[in-house]
Nanobody, 125 residues
Framework: QAQLVESGGGLVQPGGSLRLSCVGS????????IGWFRQAPGKDREWVSG????????TDAAFVKGRFTISRDNAKNTLYLQMHSLRPEDTAVYYC??????????????????WGQGTQVTVSS
């Protein structure tokens, strides 16, 4: 069973930064694209960013462009989401998820087949 474990969430002031990590115990993790999603209270889970299996291609939702950067270290089976200029509306539980293919462009929740438990990010003064 594939397992993903997120960490790095916390409380940060508006304008601050956080780096989320996602460690995977997935065989051949470097064969798969990985995505970051988030879910705020009372809202649907939404796609944030994705990275291809190789790490060479990334895609971002419009609301994070220029503020968040996704990356991965396949040697460590680890995915990262560096977040800058955080806003209160970024408050959510953030999840990483495995896509059953190499592409980084999938932004549909149901297309992903393995999920972590999530890490809470709270942006508040």
């Amino acid at each position: 069973q594939a397992q993903l474990v997120e960490s790095g969430g916390g409380l940060v002031q508006p304008g601050g930064s956080l780096r989320l990590s996602c460690v995977g115990s997935i065989a051949n993790m470097d064969y798969y694209a990985i995505g970051w999603f988030r879910q705020a209270p009372g809202k649907d889970r939404e796609w944030v960013s994705g990275i291809s299996a190789s790490g060479l291609t990334t895609t971002d939702a419009a609301f994070v462009k220029g503020r968040f950067t996704i990356s991965r270290d396949n040697a460590k089976n680890t995915l990262y989401l560096q977040m800058h200029s955080l806003r209160p509306e970024d408050t959510a539980v953030y999840y990483c998820a495995k896509y059953p293919g190499e592409s980084a462009v999938a932004d549909v929740v149901d297309d992903y087949d393995s999920w972590g438990q999530g890490t809470q990010v709270t942006v508040s003064s």
